[in-house]
């Protein structure tokens, strides 16, 4: 078995963190022991790139189960836990090819050992598995039934590529679906970022003031969870809706020209290059936190950070010192990366327990529909979404009401009226 990891003597440390996640992973846990009897996935190979963390264990672990060859590399050169790919190369036999800190080559051989093995599907997060594979490998596109995706940036970059008809073969957005983006993205990136830039600083929340650029599904999840530390908290945004809808909740939104010279600390979280740039770190305070939750390190300007400084030094660890021209020092976390990965541990296993029910469940669906499918972008289907709501629910012990007869019928006639 092929696999690149930082040391298998980590491995019994990760499968009790494995073990540790699967204990809130109740929805996976079911979709693996059904497809541990059934086999739905039998003889197929598997390419993922994904966040190698404790909760993506579970999720590889169940494509196993149901009888998947599954390829393992990272979607982010500082979210692995290598203690948790020592673990699924050691007791669950599945290949991995991932390290924490990996520079850009190695991130991009790994990348290409698991598309070595020339998978039937695709499993993505950022969509730098796709893409490598449309770039430099475009025949290969012609073996591949269809992928998922698991994240915002990536649906954005897919969708780009479906519009050019550049897309060679069915994605399904994972991230799109209620049961992901309405609590992974909302609940997990509010808990997770807060947790990383708590655990990076040690700095109070409460009284500051606490700028979130972006006010999407993880924009919100994070500015709540802010102001409920008692942060005050400043939305930034390009999009009317959304400014407004930030402004109806309670927040302050203003350009981030105008947030930047009251900020204490910043967050991106908008799928987008280039967010604080030069301009704003000139007018920012002295001591000012900068960080990023979103997928890629682009939404934070470092090379021009860079140019205006006299001084760069690690101070914390995950906190890098800018000393700039003026004498004002700005604080990095992570190097501009998903600070809720490379400072904590990501998503808590509750949320991703139903991202990976979809993802789990999507893989199926492509295997039993890959000849009908388009080389487009999906929605995941309508009856995914609610089985895995369904299933958190019972899992949680709750019960809901269902329509009645008469209810049914009115819902779907126009006769009656008032």
Known sequence: MEYHVKDLSLAEEGLRLIEWAEMDMPVLRQIRERFAKEKPLAGIKIGACLH????????????????????LCA???????????????????ISVFAIRGEDRDTYYSHINAVLDQTPQITIDDGADLVSTLHKERPEQTE??????????????????????????????????????????????????????????????LAGSVFVVCGFGWCGKGLAMRARGMGARVVITEVDPLKALEAVMEGYLVMPLDEAAEIGDFFCTVTGNKSVIRKEHF???????????????????????????????????????????????????????????????????????????????????????????????????????????????????????????????????SWEEGT
């Not at 994605?171 to 799109?176: E, F, G, L, Q, W």
């Open 52 to 71: 190698v963390t404790t909760e993506t264990a579970n999720l590889v672990r169940t494509l196993k189960e149901g009888g998947a060859e599954v390829f």
């Open 75 to 93: 979607s982010n050169p500082l979210s692995t836990k290598d203690e948790v790919a020592a673990a699924l190369v050691k007791y669950f036999n």
């Open 143 to 204: 073996k591949v039934w269809g992928g998922t995706e698991e994240t915002t940036t990536g649906v954005i970059r897919l969708k780009a590529m479906a519009k050019e008809g550049l897309l060679k073969y069915p994605i399904i957005a994972v991230n799109d679906a209620l049961t992901k983006h309405l609590f992974d993205n909302r609940y997990g990136t509010g808990q997770s970022t807060l947790d990383g830039i708590l655990r990076a600083t040690n700095r109070l």
């Open 282 to 412: 000139l007018k920012m305070k002295d001591g000012a936190i900068v960080c990023n939750s979103g997928h890629f390190d682009v939404e934070i300007d470092l090379k021009s950070l860079k140019e205006i400084s006299t001084q760069v030094r690690t101070i914390r660890r995950e906190v890098e010192e800018y000393t700039l021209n003026n004498g004002k020092k700005i604080y990095v976390l992570s190097q501009g990366r998903l600070v809720n990965l490379a400072a904590a541990e990501g998503h808590p296993s509750g949320v991703m327990d139903m991202s990976f029910a979809n993802q789990a469940l999507c893989v199926e669906y492509i295997v039993k529909n890959h000849k009908t499918l388009q080389k487009t972008v999906y929605s995941v289907p309508e009856e995914i979404d609610k089985e895995v709501a369904k299933l958190k629910l019972a899992a949680m012990g709750i019960k809901i009401d269902t329509l009645t007869p008469e209810q049914q019928k009115y819902l779907t």
